[in-house]
């Protein structure tokens, strides 16, 4: 299996910056896709930003221009810079991962959740 641990969450005004991180750990062989989701009270859980392996990466319409997704593959691990910041940010944001085990098998994996809070 595949563990996902993310930091970087906290409390930040409107127009600030903060750093995610999630790292990946277990008997990985690749990760094929890395991403993050948000989810606010009351909402469904909405994509964020995916990257690839190949680096492609999406971004959703809300955070174009403002967030920008990385990965470092050395590390297992997958960033998201998030600048501008508005209170519709306010969410917990939760990491994904789509991984080639060693074994040749696939898993996906989320971590469990960091929350993002940005006052106005």
């Known amino acids: 299996q595949v563990q996902l641990v993310e930091s970087g969450g906290g409390l930040v005004q409107a127009g600030g910056s903060l750093r995610l991180s999630c790292a990946a750990s277990?008997?990985?062989?690749?990760?094929?896709?890395m991403g993050w989701y948000r989810q606010a009270p009351g909402k469904q859980r909405d994509l964020v930003a995916t990257?690839?392996?190949?680096?492609?990466?999406y971004y959703a319409d809300s955070v174009k221009g403002r967030f920008t997704i990385s990965r470092d593959d050395a590390k297992n691990t997958v960033y998201l810079q998030m600048s501008s910041l508005k209170p519709e940010d306010t969410a917990v944001y939760y990491c994904?991962?789509?991984?080639?085990?060693?074994?040749?098998?696939?898993?996906?994996?989320w971590g469990q959740g960091t929350q993002v809070t940005v006052s106005s």
């Open positions: 277990g008997s990985i062989r690749s990760i094929r896709v």
């Open positions: 990257v690839t392996n190949a680096y492609s990466s």
């Open positions: 994904n991962a789509d991984v080639l085990m060693s074994q040749g098998t696939f898993d996906t994996a």
